[in-house]
């Protein structure tokens, strides 16, 4: 009876103190890295130009951007384009595109890869009395 006593106030002073238990876990991880070749762009693009009343609108040269890498590094391109927006606050469809020039999007034998930009701007853009537009676009690379 003496020891019932003895362990239940042990007992209870424990759960007064409010005893905190503390246990380790082991955890295995695995890390995996992915050696990916070097790469690198060169730009020559041209982002101010000029159309005159009249003048085709579509096929816009915007310049030419370069990626150097492995000769089997397959990489695609993807842009996007805003409206051109005038000063005068006039907006005209514009779209920025990609002209491959190799067709099975592979790079030639030294690894060099080339696109041409090329946009088009809304036909009506003689129309209105705005004689500056801005917009932008953005050109974003995949490869593997």
């Given at each position: 009876?003496?020891?019932?006593?003895?362990?239940s106030?042990?007992?209870?002073l424990l759960?007064?103190?409010?005893?905190?238990?503390y246990a380790?876990?082991?955890v295995?991880?695995?890390?995996?890295a992915?050696?990916?070749e070097?790469?690198s762009?060169?730009?020559?693009?041209?982002?101010r130009?000029?159309?005159?009343?009249?003048?085709?609108?579509?096929g816009?040269?915007?310049?030419?951007?370069?990626?150097?890498?492995?000769?089997?590094?397959?990489?695609?391109?993807?842009?996007?384009?805003n409206n051109?927006?005038?000063?005068?606050?006039n907006?005209?469809?514009?779209?920025?595109s990609?002209?491959?020039?190799?067709?099975?999007?592979?790079?030639?034998?030294?690894?060099?890869?080339?696109?041409?930009l090329?946009?088009?701007?809304?036909?009506?853009?003689?129309?209105?009395e705005?004689?500056?537009?801005?917009?932008?676009?953005?050109v974003?690379?995949?490869?593997?």
């Amino acid at each position: 009876m003496k020891r019932l006593a003895t362990y239940s106030f042990v007992l209870i002073l424990l759960i007064i103190s409010g005893v905190s238990v503390y246990a380790q876990v082991r955890v295995t991880g695995h890390v995996v890295a992915e050696v990916v070749e070097v790469a690198s762009a060169a730009s020559n693009v041209n982002n101010r130009f000029s159309i005159i009343p009249g003048q085709n609108t579509s096929g816009i040269d915007l310049g030419e951007i370069t990626l150097s890498g492995g000769s089997l590094v397959a990489s695609a391109v993807l842009i996007s384009s805003n409206n051109l927006i005038g000063e005068f606050g006039n907006q005209v469809e514009f779209e920025a595109s990609s002209y491959h020039e190799n067709v099975s999007y592979m790079p030639d034998a030294s690894g060099l890869q080339r696109f041409r930009l090329t946009g088009s701007a809304g036909k009506n853009i003689t129309e209105f009395e705005d004689k500056k537009y801005t917009s932008h676009y953005v050109v974003v690379f995949a490869y593997n």
